[in-house]
């Protein structure tokens, strides 16, 4: 089979958030963007030189509205299947995120108190079901779907044959990509410890770099030296109960957004809208 390639889609700012094209016999398009996202992604599509119609899967690697937003449009508007995680059935069929979010630092508390997040997008079903690692070659392209728990329950990432580890949310740019490079943790994490396990399993598949949901390319290595310094700070907080997981909310906590009105994104490509 012909090398994958993986080309970045920006959906909103240069790279505050983004979509991903792989290519190998077929595309893949990873992710989906925010709500009302799916014809800008089309249109991207083309320029780069493919036939939306051709596309043959796309993969949503978790269950927050920047990835799955216009996942239901994009479906319409190219026939391709969605592949999902299981575990994040409920966001999908419901269009609502998982609540409360639960923030990483000061910039994810100060982003969950705004609308943007709280909206509801249009619900779908996966016609392709992800349950453990799941090779992708029927649909074109050297790559694996795997599953990296943390981030939320049915978080996915796709590693290519060659090394390309397209992320989601596992790692992240600082201030969503202000700050090219730096890896940093994205706003929220449903269990923060379970997230770096996930990262560090990844990491030892020694890619060769990382394709990440907000921001620019990282450097593994770099990604290493972060992951271990951010363990040894998660560590303190959990030995002094200050580390939420979405385990630890009490029966009822875990609701669904219930505001329907459109989503406003302008702030998550500015400045401090993102920890790290």
């Known amino acids: 089979m012909s090398r994958t390639t993986v080309t970045p889609i920006p959906v909103l700012g240069r790279h505050a958030v983004n979509a991903y094209l ?27 030189g493919v036939d939306p119609g051709d596309l043959a899967m796309i993969v949503i690697t978790h ?22 995680h299981a575990a994040d059935l ?3 069929r419901t269009g609502r995120v998982r609540e409360p979010y639960l923030p990483t630092g000061p910039m994810g508390r100060l982003m969950s108190r ?6 509801r997008a249009e619900p779908f079903e996966p016609q392709v079901l992800l349950r ?18 943390g981030h ?4 996915v990432s796709v590693l290519t044959d060659h090394g390309d580890l397209v992320a989601g ?28 396990d996930s990262l560090d399993a990844m990491l030892a598949r020694d890619p060769a770099r990382l394709h990440v949901g907000h921001g620019t390319p990282l450097d593994p290595d770099r990604v290493r030296r972060w992951a271990a310094r951010e363990r040894t700070r998660l560590l303190r907080r959990a030995a002094t109960g200050r580390l939420t997981t979405r385990a630890d909310l009490p029966d009822g906590a875990d609701a669904v957004a219930v505001d329907e009105a459109p989503a406003d994104y302008s702030d998550l490509s500015r400045p401090g809208a993102s920890d790290g």
């Open 169 to 196: 949310d596992l790692v992240a740019n600082s201030f969503m990509g202000l700050i090219p490079g730096r890896p940093a943790n994205p706003p929220f994490h449903d269990d923060p410890l379970g997230n770096l």
């Open 114 to 119: 705004g609308r943007r997040l709280h909206v």
């Open 63 to 84: 269950g927050h509205i920047d990835h799955f937003g216009s996942a239901a449009e994009l479906h319409r508007l190219t026939g391709a299947p969605i592949a999902a």
């Open 152 to 155: 939320t329950a049915g978080s």
């Open 22 to 48: 792989l290519t190998g016999r077929r595309p893949v398009l990873v992710d989906a963007g925010i709500p009302g996202s799916g014809e800008q992604i089309r249109r991207h599509l083309e320029r780069l």
């Open 132 to 149: 453990g690692e799941t090779p992708l070659d029927e649909f074109g392209i050297a790559a694996r779907a795997v599953p990296t728990p």
């Open 90 to 92: 409920g966001p999908y």
